[in-house]
């Protein structure tokens, strides 16, 4: 299907967006690439806040891929063991481990071919990375900018990958980058799944949604 909200529209949404969060991130909390890719591996059906409660404490004990593998399936799992599918998400960490360190001088790839390789990373989580810490034009649908921009009217897809392509190509270039955290922030915590709270949202009024709630 194709988007057909117009330019202007879209440039108003975004425009809105930056005005009032100017320079968004991700809530997952990281110092370096290799942090973000575990976080964002644990944060997989998980909240942030629950990976941040769990990372918050194994961060300080193992943040490269070495120091995860010294600490083993067992001794990871005591880590993670609060966040939801915590074996396999174990199992997973250290797999990629493995691979950083034996093909990759234990640094994090900066391709999305290279990412997409490691085990439980998908095209969402290589595209977090991608933008979130290298700084790419891309953007990982989660089920928040999935429902977002069907909902107001962004895009007219069926799977994550439909809306992240027509959501690549409508976007106007200066809001590319960021439009991924604007767009998740939002459903978030404004156009939630069971009730938004349109009274609350900033583009309320560009916004095609036509069950827009009163309260």
Known sequence: MIND????????????FRKANPHPTTELQYHSAFELL??????????????????????????????????????LRNYIKTIGLYSNKAKNILRTCQILIEQHHSRVPETREELEFLPGVGRKTA?????????????????HIFRVANRIG?????????????????????????AHHWLILHGRYVCVARKPKCPACLIRDLCEYKDKTLS
Do not use: C, W
């Not at 909200?5 to 809105?16: D, P, Q, V, Y």
């Not at 990976?51 to 193992?62: C, I, M, Q, R, S």
């Not at 990958?161 to 980058?177: G, K, M, N, S």
């Open 5 to 16: 909200m117009n330019k202007r529209t879209i440039r108003t949404i975004f425009s809105r």
């Open 38 to 75: 575990v976080a964002v591996i644990l944060s997989a059906q998980a909240t942030d806040k629950s990976v941040n409660k769990a990372t918050e404490k194994l961060f300080p004990v193992a943040n490269t891929p070495e120091k995860i593998v010294k600490l083993g399936e067992k001794g």
């Open 127 to 143: 595209n977090v990375i991608l933008n979130t810490y290298f700084g790419q034009p891309t953007i990982a649908v989660d089920t």
């Open 154 to 178: 962004l895009a007219q897809g069926n799977t994550p990958r439909a809306v992240e392509d027509q959501l690549t190509a409508i976007i106007p270039p200066q809001f590319i980058h960021d």
